[in-house]
């Protein structure tokens, strides 16, 4: 069966940490950085379980700022 | 496979859309302007309308509009956005013209201007953001707060005694001759935003085919105004705005 992997990038300077994508992920990927801030005070999404990712793009379609790029890859074992 | 493999421009899938500036949205984090931008960006560019579109933009929080989506716009005095967007289109009419309107500014000050364009069928797309309160100027009560809905000018709850009863203005749009395609969409969950996205496309077709007025409005949220967080908002939407403003097409012709 084929596999599918996928990666997400954040702008983190851009983003707000408003935690709608936290929200959207269907695979528990992102989470808010729990400590550290962007130049803005706020506290960013980061990919927590970056191997998780299936490339769904779902953070991206409800992120206000447009920060999330999404990458996928189709393995399909040939 | 590394996320090095992974992350290369052939195997991209979404990026940011080319049309929305390099500038950073004033809008508060969460905010539903921010999706909806995003949206109108990316089909704008992928309708091919970049150079042959104006916008009108409104007062309120969206009164920017021109600073973050890279076409033609015009700012409108206070709810007047779809007159300018009347003259805008008759003077121009190889233009596709739309207007990007709030509650307050839409509902509220330009309702005479919003019902006669579109009584008149006016060639123009309209995007109503409703959120149900002023967000910009610290979240008063707009015409179309729910009842019971506690903002900066009903601090106990909107009563239809003292305020009135909530305005379904699109309803009321529904109902003229000269709307062509209204609808009521939302952009809380992924699948929300794909369907809002398709509902932009037909309405900015149906002004490009010259057939009449199309009103989308989008449910929205005020995490700031509402004095909830993002998530939250979400979710209070979904579960008190909706029974008041359901979701779904009013008019498709």
């Known amino acids: ?78 | 496979m590394k996320p090095e493999d992974i992350i290369r421009p052939e195997n991209k899938v979404y990026a940011r859309p080319e049309l929305l500036t390099d500038r950073d949205t004033h809008y508060c984090p969460g905010c539903s302007h921010g999706v909806v931008h995003r949206l109108v960006a990316e089909l704008l560019a992928e309708m091919g309308l970049a150079d042959k579109t104006i916008g009108i933009a409104p007062v309120g929080c969206a009164v920017f509009a021109y600073n973050y989506i890279n076409v033609d716009w015009i700012e409108a005095a206070h709810g007047r956005a779809p007159a300018l967007a009347t003259a805008a289109s008759r003077l121009n009419p190889d233009r596709m013209v739309f207007t990007y309107q709030g509650d307050g500014d839409l509902a509220a000050i330009g309702t005479a201007e919003t019902i006669h364009a579109c009584n008149r069928g006016e060639n123009i797309t309209i995007i109503f953001i409703n959120n149900a309160i002023y967000g910009m100027t610290g979240g008063q009560m707009a015409p179309t707060t729910l009842l019971g809905m506690k903002t900066a000018t009903t601090p106990y709850g909107r009563t239809a005694e003292l305020n009135g009863y909530p305005l379904a203005i699109t309803n009321l749009l529904a109902q003229l001759d000269g709307t062509c395609y209204v609808t009521r969409q939302a952009v809380h969950t992924p699948a929300a935003v794909r369907k809002a996205k398709g509902a932009i496309k037909k309405a900015f077709e149906n002004t490009l085919g010259k057939r009449g007025t199309s009103v989308v409005e989008i449910v929205a949220t005020c995490n700031s105004g509402w004095k909830l967080t993002p998530a939250q908002s979400n979710e209070w939407m979904a579960e008190h705005m909706f029974a008041k403003y359901p979701l779904g097409d009013l008019k498709n012709e």
């Open chain 1, 1 to 78: 069966m084929a596999k599918v992997y996928g990666a997400v990038t954040i702008d983190s300077r851009r983003c707000k940490g408003c935690e709608l994508c936290v929200v959207a992920c269907p695979c528990d990927v992102l989470q808010l950085q729990p400590k550290e801030v962007n130049d803005r005070g706020y506290h960013f999404a980061y990919a927590s379980k970056p191997e998780a990712c299936i490339g769904c793009a779902a953070c991206a379609t409800v992120c206000p700022d447009a920060c999330i790029e999404v990458y996928r890859v189709v393995d399909r074992g040939n």
